[in-house]
């Protein structure tokens, strides 16, 4: 691996991750885990989706992305594994066609029928070794966020949208994002957080994250980052 230097910007993004716990009933990296990618590897966009073995996209989140068109984004499984998509020429075409120079992509099974993967995009300059050390470097940790974990224990009174709006504010999505997932109004998700906080004993979304996460006392440091998107 070559030798790397990295900036205070850097440095930060990597004790997040460090630190950084997976979310219940999800795979996908909460939104601060995602910002602190893009820091440490720089990029234009990234996106981290859960696709089945026929390679259909099943969920997905990112950062200044768009939305694929078709979610049947290929005919089998995603990449398993560090892949540098730039250096392939086969692969050129369609990084073309989707406007990029260069991606970085990071898989990694989830369950027996599931791939979930990092896909970290430039439009136009091609990433480097360093970068591509760089990911290497915190694949452990990303890995261990990306791998499947049960849903946590929560009461059975709960409805299935309750469950999702749930899981979204515990990837630390505002109203705003979880509305536009779910395809709802935000004053609907507002709803049904104020349901769940009554079922859940809470009076908050920092509560109701630290019940998700199977925890009594509200992380301090998580609850500065949820407040911003009440």
């Not at 993004?13 to 630190?19: P, S």
């Amino acid at each position: 691996m070559p030798d790397v230097t990295l900036t205070e910007s850097q440095q930060a993004a990597l004790r997040l991750l460090a630190a950084a716990r997976p979310v219940p009933g999800t795979p996908l990296l909460p939104a601060d885990v995602l910002e602190a990618v893009a820091r440490l590897v720089p990029c234009d966009s990234l996106v981290v989706g859960r696709a089945n073995d026929t390679g259909l996209i099943e969920e997905m989140t990112g950062l200044g992305h768009t939305p694929f068109e078709d979610p049947q984004v290929c005919d089998g499984p995603l990449v398993l594994g560090i892949r540098h998509v730039g250096v392939t020429p086969s692969e050129h075409a369609r990084l073309r066609a989707r406007g990029l120079q260069d991606s970085l992509w990071l898989g990694c099974r989830n369950g027996p029928d599931h791939v979930v993967q990092l896909d970290l995009m430039r439009r136009n300059r091609y990433f480097t070794g360093q970068d591509v050390a760089l990911l290497r470097l915190v694949t452990p940790w990303l890995l261990h966020l990306m791998r499947e974990r049960p849903t946590p224990a929560l009461p059975a009174s709960l409805t299935v949208q309750e469950r999702r709006v749930l899981v979204r504010v515990a990837a630390g999505h505002s109203n705003a994002q979880v509305a536009e997932f779910l395809g709802v109004e935000v004053s609907t998700v507002r709803k049904h957080l104020e349901h769940a906080y009554r079922k859940l004993g809470v009076g908050s979304r920092t509560a109701a994250v630290a019940r998700m996460q199977g925890r009594d006392e509200v992380d301090l440091d998580l609850a500065g980052r949820l407040e911003r998107f009440a």
